[in-house]
Each structure stands twice: as C-alpha cells, then as structure tokens.
C-alpha cells in the first residue's frame, strides 16, 4: 500500500491537492491511501474518486468522530484510517494532539480510541509525536496500550531507525 499524508494540510487550512492524487493513483499498481485535509464528507467522496481505496482522517477529530461514522456507514470501515497523533502533555499523559502538535484533545487516549473503533474506523495509525525523528524506534509500549484498547489494526508510525525496530 502507498500511503500519501500531507501533514501541512489541515494546519493551512488547506483542500487535499486532487489532481495530484489522481495522478499518482492511475500510475500506482498498488492501494493508495490519502490523508491531509479532509475534514467533509464531500472531500473524502472527491479523495476516493480520485481512485485512492483509503482516506486517512486526523484533524478533523477535533469535531468529534462523526465524519468518521458517516464516511465508514458510505464506504464501510476498511475505506476509513484514523491517525492518532499522540504526544504526552505537561503533566506526561499520552494525549492525542491535532494540528502539528499543538492542540490537544481534552479526551485521554483511551476514550479516543473507543471513540473512532465504535464510529467505525477500520484501521488506527498511531503516530507517536515524541519519538518522530529520533530514529530511537516504535513507542512500543504506547502501541501495545492501543492494541489492547481496539480490535482494529494498530499501524506503528514514528521513529523506526534500524531493522530491529520493526522486529520490536
């Protein structure tokens, strides 16, 4: 699967770049997935029109999971990814945080998670903010929290730096 995630999109403001889209998913022989931007049910008919199998949806969490109910009752769960961008807060608790980081959710990750599995998400990636860039490998232990929190899948993402972490 090819994966395109515009992380500028939402925080600008931003329409997903639909011809861009379109064009990458005629050339790949592969599902594509997108995420950046889609904050409407009408953006995410556009993205899938554009020939992607998946939407990824982040920022527009800070509404509530009622896009992610709606697109996952049209185009059925396997259709809908949630990236959950966690990070911990001034006090150390994981939290999920929009906007490149810098708006945290008032809800603790666990009540997140139960939220986007019951609005009918297929798929979680959880984007450990911390560990980005650090090349220090998977927050493994905040992977195994959200594994036991959902039966979705749980796709790892942030800081993998050698073979082993993908091993761990």
């Not at 009408?42 to 554009?50: F, P, S, T, V």
């Not at 996952?72 to 150390?92: H, K």
Request: hydrophobic share 40%.
């Amino acid at each position: 699967e090819l994966v395109l995630i515009d992380i500028d999109a939402s925080a600008d403001g931003r329409e997903p770049p639909y011809a861009r889209i379109a064009e990458i998913a005629s050339e790949a022989f592969m599902p594509v997935a997108y995420g950046g931007g889609l904050r409407t049910e009408d953006q995410i008919a556009r993205a899938i029109d554009c020939g992607v199998e998946k939407v990824i949806v982040s920022g527009a969490l800070a509404q509530g999971a009622n896009l992610i109910k709606t697109a996952a009752g049209r185009w059925g769960g396997q259709s809908i990814t949630v990236c959950l961008p966690v990070g911990r807060d001034w006090l150390g608790r994981q939290k999920v945080r929009l906007n490149q980081g810098k708006k945290s959710l008032k809800n603790d990750l666990d009540t997140m998670v139960t939220r986007v599995t019951e609005a009918g998400a297929g798929e979680i990636i959880l984007y450990a903010i911390d560990r980005d860039g650090t090349w220090e490998g998977y927050d493994t232990a905040l992977c195994a929290e959200v594994a036991r929190a959902t039966p979705l899948p749980v796709v790892a993402c942030g800081s993998a730096g050698e073979v082993a972490h993908f091993r761990a």
